[in-house]
């Protein structure tokens, strides 16, 4: 059945590095994906929209030279982390839309030392 | 600026129902009103959704008021595993959620 996959589930990276986190729809296409951030103990933070060959839309106070979105295919959106920076540890999860109901990735626990 | 507002914490006996409340006062004719559940460090979770009819499936009943202002999710028969927290929300092209309601069930 429809699945968002969302990888990976979790990654340690160094300050200054990027890391790309990659979300994929399994038996859909999706023109669209949001991509949300959650703290601990805190609800998810929708970031930005994902859309199928143009720009990404962020949220106000995104800074979107940092969390760079790629929506190359159908099937496939990319966030990618530049220059991560501890404050950036956080919980990214991604979601695509199929008839009418949101699905979700597993979500990917970032934690940059 | 989530379009909701739900009790921030709710406890309920195992075997018994569990009703979460959530009010949506500003909510316009073609929004629907979604349900998910979060575990902890895992994706939410889809539940159940509707637009003014009451619904049900395998997971919950969905209980929306006739001025839609507001809703009420009922686990019929809440187990331990069903300790989450819930997000109401209201949905028109994107999906933003509030604080939700963290249920605990207990033994």
């Known amino acids: 059945g429809a699945v968002v996959s969302q990888h990976p589930s979790r990654v340690i990276c160094k300050s200054g590095t990027s890391v790309k986190i990659e979300c994929r729809s399994l038996d859909f296409q999706a023109t669209t994906m949001f991509w949300y951030r959650q703290f601990p103990k805190q609800s998810l933070m929708l970031m930005a929209t994902s859309n199928e060959g143009s720009k990404a839309t962020y949220e106000q106070g995104v800074e979107k030279d940092k969390f760079l979105i790629n929506h190359a295919s159908l099937t496939l959106s990319t966030l990618t982390v530049t220059s991560a920076h501890p404050e950036d540890s956080s919980f990214y999860i991604c979601s695509a839309t199929y008839r009418g109901e949101l699905l979700f990735g597993s979500g990917t626990q970032l934690s940059v030392l | 600026d989530a379009k909701t507002t739900q009790p921030t914490s709710m406890d309920c006996a195992e075997g018994r129902a569990a009703n979460l409340p959530c009010n949506h006062s500003t909510i316009s004719g073609n929004e629907y009103v979604y349900w998910y559940r979060q575990i902890h460090s895992q994706g939410p979770q889809y539940i159940i959704h509707?637009?003014?009819n009451n619904e049900t499936n395998e997971m919950a009943s969905l209980i929306i008021t006739e001025d839609r202002k507001s809703s009420t999710l009922i686990l019929p028969h809440a187990t331990l595993r069903d300790t989450a927290v819930y997000y109401c929300?209201?949905?028109?092209?994107?999906?933003?959620f509030g604080a939700g309601t963290r249920l605990t069930v207990k033994p």
């Open positions: 509707g637009l003014k």
């Open positions: 929300i209201v949905y028109n092209n994107d999906m933003r």
